[in-house]
């Protein structure tokens, strides 16, 4: 190590943030210790109520109220504004000259949400260029020319123009890239960054890590990077912290730490990590002993459009197609994904084959209870009915999917009410068998979902899938919500439930990891088109279009000594 | 810009219609038509009954058409600048709301006016304050704002300014000015008389104006650009100014579209209390007596003035909101 | 998940329905706790308005004309000093100044009117049904008094203001229990079904909303025949009311059916294959229900307010019938309030229900949705 020689720009020591709660305090960091280098950055890793983002915002003094630092240091050692002499940040009061001076200025923090970081209804190039009016005394004239400087800095097209546009007319990755052109305008020594990809598609956060990395080489910043992605990690740590409960587990060089962790947790991250990397072997044996069956659900050309606004009288009506003529092809006992970023048409793909939404044109057809295919695209609500006991639906958010005001065994038992499945008293036994194959006590069927945790809910979710004695099960991004070292558990669950209850998944997610891990044969979309569909791994290894060939290079991987072997494509429709 | 103004001011036309509609809708609900009424009106009064003038005025009106053709005799009338007649006063109604609905405007922008200026600066302490003391005291007062009758508080006002100063609180002039030409003394007359009825009218709207505030405020004080801005290391004043109450605006901006209806409705029966010289007074007295081509000439003018006060509070709200402006 | 540890402990709270999380919410709103008492409390007085009024609204007793407020006197000394509870009031005597000739009253302390509690008044029928001759106070006799004073006519005012809290509340009630129908009804099926209902509901409701509403319920009241006997014009008067009230109750339904129809619970509840009834009655009620009472409660005192205004310029309900606004008609001249300010009493009566129902509205608001906070 030569930590020793070198000399760090900050030292976090022993500090300890609390909240007052009702039942007492609650601290968020307790006993933290962690040293900033020039030109390195640290990524601090954990999981949600980890508490690093509540360490990171110490840093700077801006916890949310009622969050304070109790105890321990920060010192900020002198750095290019100046100023001399070693400033111990956690003394300085939250709304006093000396912190407000050195926010901003010596050091700059980016956040996770491009959108609602910004402030909607102030110009691009006013909120960019704000720090340098506040630090530098620069006037309205020379804040506009910083900010196009800034704009240009951060590969923002056109930064003339850009300077005078609002936010919203921003894309997702332009708006980050506004945020860290933001953060650098007084050019400072240490950069925070809280999860600052985690909102946006992988490829987009292939150019934000990049850009930082561009930026950090020039400048020799030094950057605080919280994650909860190893993979992220392994792309740009030079060193890492593992944080849970508050509470640091772990530190050290990147390349030490994935390759031999000292604390249980890190193996547990790094293990979940590394799973999504290949195809699971539960999985694989499954299908050895159980080959797949017939075709069981099959789109023709389907086609879902949106009319965007009415028009005058029927003229200039403009339309969105959401779904380009998608055919794909799922046979019984096995998973497809669909694997696509943000505005795909995924998900309303999924949507239309479920028939949640309508059609617009094409047709679904469905082997209905294992017999003749059957065009389900023109069918009522009412007519549906059968086939949605057949075809059931986990979704994405563990809290909006489960009614709050029922119970467990209320929400579990509905699709056999409505089904008219057994009597009151076997419906109940049903319940806590179902709750029993998801991994819950039967107890909980007296308890509102509020009183379960996210993982936890999504057993739930699960539960209420497989009562009906279901053949087909559309998880719509089921485990997107939750926590790394959850997400496994969850999909080895529907492994299980797979072999136990022969079922086939149509998979939807934006993460082609789980994707890798989970599905037999998958299915790339962009813009609404299907760009390229076939089995995983073939596809995965040796992938034929050039969006597929992007996102795959796009996706970070878990192992630091990877680090730059991919060359990354960027991916441009030609019209 | 221009072309979002243009297409939201042909988007009242089909308000201006409908308000139109029911005004004419009000004139024609009492039983009888407007001069069967007239006829028994004067009668009462021992005059004779000129058959031939009645039947020239059932012509005028075209009283014996369908609802219909009577709606769009009135309406296209009204577009030429004939209101038709009122009966009890025996002028045509033009003449008689001019000057009445001027004072009507220029009392309803007044209140606006104090409405927002009071609201404003009181919601964002209250937001900035919250539960101190001076939060309690501006919600307790909120609350009796808009729990009292405005028209109880103008009695009150009244009673105690009789009572106890000897002085008359109603009416807009001093009796000196109600019929001298207009002067600058004139005007000043008229500020001092607005106090009181803009107080009073304005009182529940800014109560729940400063809630409004309150609430958009808070909603805001705690959104991600607030921490960006503190991270920038902005001052707390300027960044408070600069970003959240900047949002908070927005709503705010929106709220006039409903508070200017409010306003008008709660100028009625105040102005009547008060004897102001408004649309409002001269408009219970016309539909007492059911002098419904005057009264649905007022009700059709006030509806006119709420769409208008919508249209600009709209337009206003554009300015501030760049999203609206640009969609 | 901080957050949600802070709201809800879940221990506690695990097998809590909603309307216990709500209540629990809602107790520790102390303001709101007030209101709801409050409201009760002149509910029951409106529903048993014959008992707590001590003599007939209507009785007229032309040698006490526009006689001051009496104070309750609740114990007197015998001759030996020693005190009894005998609540009574002292009477007053109308003199007439010999030059002005105004008249004013004056305590006669010897002469008192003795109160009995749950005395003997009048026979009636409790709440219009069970025949009953006891009053919650009554005078002794023949006598009358006068808690808070008497109008024009000697017409006791306490008595008044108490019937006038039946039709006042009563007004408020029904008035909100049909713009509820009206509004649910539109509201619903525009929320549930959307397309071109849902647009021209819209419209309609945007234009009703863009009006002033005083003088379109003048314009309309204006035309209810004057003949028409107390019970239909009350009818009248509230459909009126309701007629205008009704959009803001459309727009909560509708705004809450929208943006329940896309939860994920209501799409699987479809999913579960429940059918559109039991989709709306089973799944959305449960969450409009809290949310629909509390804008309820906050419409109430709005159609109180319009009717006292209404009554109150002549064009709403008209004597005999009592309410706060036909009372306050008659503190309508600064020379009758100058005289007898008592007159404004009824309007204090307006202002506490008003005043109570807003904060009872704001709390239930607030505790309506006890999950809100959850996903932080």
């Given at each position: ?384 009915r059968e086939?949605w006991r057949e075809m059931r639906i986990v979704f994405?958010?563990p809290f909006?999917s489960l009614n709050p005001r029922m119970t467990v065994g209320q929400i579990i038992a509905e699709p056999l009410v409505n089904n008219g499945l057994g009597t009151s008293r076997s419906r109940r036994d049903r319940v806590a068998e179902l709750l029993d194959l998801v991994g819950l006590p039967s107890s909980s069927m007296e308890r509102y979902p509020h009183a379960f945790s996210?993982g936890q809910r999504q057993r739930i979710s699960i539960a209420r899938a497989i009562a009906p004695e279901p053949r087909?099960i ?16 969850i999909?080895?669950l529907l492994?299980d439930l797979q072999?136990k209850l022969d079922l ?72 | ?327 | ?9 879940p221990r506690i709270t695990a097998s809590a329905s909603q309307w216990r999380l ?242 994920d619970f209501v799409v699987a509840a479809r999913l579960d294959g429940a059918r559109?009834l039991r989709v709306i009655f089973r799944h959305m009620m449960p969450s ?83 999950y ?5």
């Open positions: 190590m030569m930590s020793d020689t070198r000399s760090p720009s900050l030292e976090i020591k022993n500090l300890v943030t609390s909240f007052a709660t009702a039942n007492g305090e609650f601290r968020a960091v307790d006993d933290v210790s962690l040293d900033l280098y020039p030109g390195e950055t640290l990524c601090v890793v954990g999981e949600s109520g980890s508490g690093k983002s509540v360490m990171s915002r110490s840093i700077l003094q801006i916890v949310d109220e009622p969050g304070r630092i109790v105890s321990g240091s920060i010192l900020l050692h002198p750095g290019r504004s100046g100023r001399r002499g070693v400033i111990d940040l956690a003394k300085l009061k939250p709304r006093g000259p000396e912190i407000k001076s050195i926010r901003g200025r010596e050091i700059a923090m980016i956040f996770q949400e491009p959108m609602s970081s910004l402030s909607p209804v102030h110009k691009i190039g006013d909120q960019v260029a704000e720090s340098a009016r506040v630090h530098d005394g620069l006037d309205r004239r020379a804040a506009r020319a910083r900010a196009i400087e800034l704009l240009a800095k951060v590969e923002i097209p056109d930064p003339e123009s850009a300077v005078d546009r609002y936010p919203f007319e921003f894309s997702g990755g332009m708006r980050q890239r506004a945020m860290i052109g933001m953060a650098l305008a007084c050019n400072p020594d240490i950069l925070i960054a809280d999860e600052p990809t985690t909102a946006l598609d992988v490829t987009i956060q292939a150019e934000i890590l990049q850009l930082l990395k561009t930026i950090q080489k020039t400048n020799g910043m030094a950057i605080l990077f919280i994650t909860h992605d190893m993979g992220v990690v392994a792309e740009i740590a030079d060193e890492v912290a593992v944080m849970r409960h508050g509470r640091l587990l772990e530190r050290g060089n990147v390349f030490d730490v994935f390759a031999n962790p000292q604390h249980e947790y890190t193996r547990t991250l790094l293990r979940a990590a590394k799973n999504a990397e290949a195809p699971s072997d539960r999985r694989l044996a499954m299908r050895q002993v159980r080959p797949l069956g017939e075709p069981i659900l099959r789109t023709q050309s389907l086609r879902k459009e949106y009319q965007l606004s009415p028009g005058f009288f029927g003229r200039g009506a403009r339309k969105l197609v959401a779904v380009h003529d998608a055919d794909i092809e799922l046979r019984a006992g096995e998973n497809i994904g669909i694997v696509g970023e943000s505005g795909s048409g995924k998900t309303t793909l999924a949507r239309c084959i479920q028939r949640i939404h309508s059609v617009s044109s094409g047709k679904i057809l469905y082997k209905l209870g294992g017999s003749d295919e059957q065009d389900i695209a023109p069918l009522s609500d009412s007519q549906l086939v994405q958010d909006g996210g087909l559309i998880a719509d991004e089921a485990t997107s919500a939750l926590d790394v070292s959850i997400r496994t558990q999909m080895d492994l072999e086939s998944y149509l998979f939807i997610s934006h993460d082609v990891g789980l994707v890798r891990y989970f599905c037999d044969r998958m299915v790339v979309m962009y813009r609404g088109k299907i760009v390229e569909q076939g089995e995983t791994e073939t596809i995965c290894n040796d992938p034929q279009h050039a969006y597929t060939q992007s996102l795959l290079s796009a996706v970070p991987i878990a192992d630091p000594r990877l680090r730059n072997t991919k060359t990354r494509t960027r991916y441009r429709e030609t019209a | 810009m221009l072309a979002y103004i243009l297409r939201r001011t042909l988007w009242s036309i089909p308000f201006l219609i409908g308000a139109s509609f029911l005004a004419f809708v009000i004139i024609q609900a009492p039983p009888g038509d407007y001069l069967t009424t007239y006829a028994a009106k004067l009668e009462a009064a021992g005059q004779s009954v000129d058959t031939a003038r009645l039947n020239s005025l059932r012509d005028r009106f075209g009283l014996d058409e369908p609802f219909i053709a009577q709606y769009w005799k009135w309406i296209t009338n009204i577009l030429r600048g004939d209101f038709g007649m009122s009966f009890e006063w025996q002028q045509p109604v033009a003449d008689l709301v001019g000057e009445r609905m001027l004072f009507s405007i220029i009392l309803a922008l007044s209140t606006i006016l104090f409405t927002w200026a009071v609201a404003l600066p009181v919601g964002v302490y209250s937001a900035i304050r919250k539960y101190t003391a001076g939060d309690y005291v501006v919600t307790v007062i909120g609350f009796i704002g808009l729990a009292t009758p405005n028209f109880l508080v103008a009695l009150t006002l009244m009673y105690f300014g009789v009572v106890y100063l000897g002085a008359d609180v109603t009416g807009l002039f001093s009796p000196q000015y109600a019929t001298a030409p207009w002067s600058w003394a004139k005007l000043l007359d008229l500020l001092s008389h607005l106090v009181i009825p803009v107080v009073i009218i304005g009182m529940s709207s800014t109560a729940s104006l400063i809630r409004i505030m309150r609430a958009n405020l808070l909603d805001e004080l705690y959104k991600p650009y607030v921490t960006t801005a503190r991270a920038k290391g902005l001052g707390e004043l300027k960044l408070l100014l600069k970003y959240p109450v900047r949002l908070a605006l927005n709503p705010f901006v929106s709220t006039i579209g409903w508070a200017f209806p409010q306003i008008i409705s709660g100028s009625t029966i105040v102005a009547f209390v008060l004897s102001l010289p408004t649309a409002d007074p001269l408009m219970l007295q016309a539909l007492m007596s059911q002098d419904m081509y005057l009264a649905g000439a007022f009700i059709l003018l006030l509806c006119i003035l709420s769409i208008v006060g919508m249209l600009v509070s709209d337009i206003l709200l554009a300015v501030v909101d760049p999203r609206i402006r640009y969609n | 998940m901080q957050t949600e540890a802070k709201v809800l402990d709500i209540w629990g919410r809602f107790r520790k709103h102390k303001l709101a706790m007030a209101g709801l008492v409050i409201v009760t409390l002149l509910y029951l007085v409106a529903a048993f308005a014959e008992f707590f009024q001590p003599f007939d609204p209507n009785s007229t007793a032309s040698q006490d004309v526009y006689h001051p407020p009496q104070a309750i006197r609740f114990f007197e000394a015998d001759g030996a000093g020693n005190w009894s509870f005998r609540p009574h009031v002292i009477d007053m005597v109308l003199t007439r100044d010999p030059l002005t000739l105004t008249a004013s009253y004056a305590e006669d302390p010897d002469a008192k009117t003795y109160i009995h509690v749950l005395g003997y008044g009048e026979p009636y029928r409790l709440a219009g049904l069970i025949p009953m001759q006891h009053k919650l106070i009554a005078a002794e006799g023949d006598g009358r008094f006068y808690l808070f004073g008497a109008d024009r006519m000697g017409r006791d005012l306490f008595s008044r203001t108490v019937s006038g809290t039946r039709i006042s509340m009563s007004i408020g009630l029904i008035g909100v229990a049909m713009s509820l129908v009206l509004g649910m009804l539109v509201g619903g099926v525009a929320g549930y079904f959307a397309g071109w209902f849902d647009r021209v509901s819209s419209r309609v409701i945007e234009l009703i909303m863009a009006m002033p509403t005083i003088p379109i319920w003048l314009g309309l009241s204006a035309a209810i025949p004057a003949n028409w006997d107390p019970m239909t014009r009350y009818f009248a008067i509230t459909v009126i009311l309701s007629l205008v009230g009704w959009t803001e109750l459309a727009r909560v339904v509708r705004g809450r059916f929208f943006a329940l129809k896309t939860e559109p409009l229900a809290s949310h629909i009472i509390a804008s309820v409660s906050l419409a109430i005192p709005v159609m109180i307010l319009a009717e006292t205004s209404l009554s109150f310029l002549g064009l709403g309900l008209l004597p005999p019938s009592v309410s706060w606004g036909v009372l306050l008609k008659e503190a309508q001249n600064i020379r009758a309030i100058a005289t007898a300010p008592w007159l404004f009493i009824p309007g204090i009566f307006v202002a506490l229900a008003v005043l109570s129902l807003n904060f009872l509205g704001d709390g239930l608001r607030d505790a309506a949705d006890p809100a906070q959850e996903r932080g």
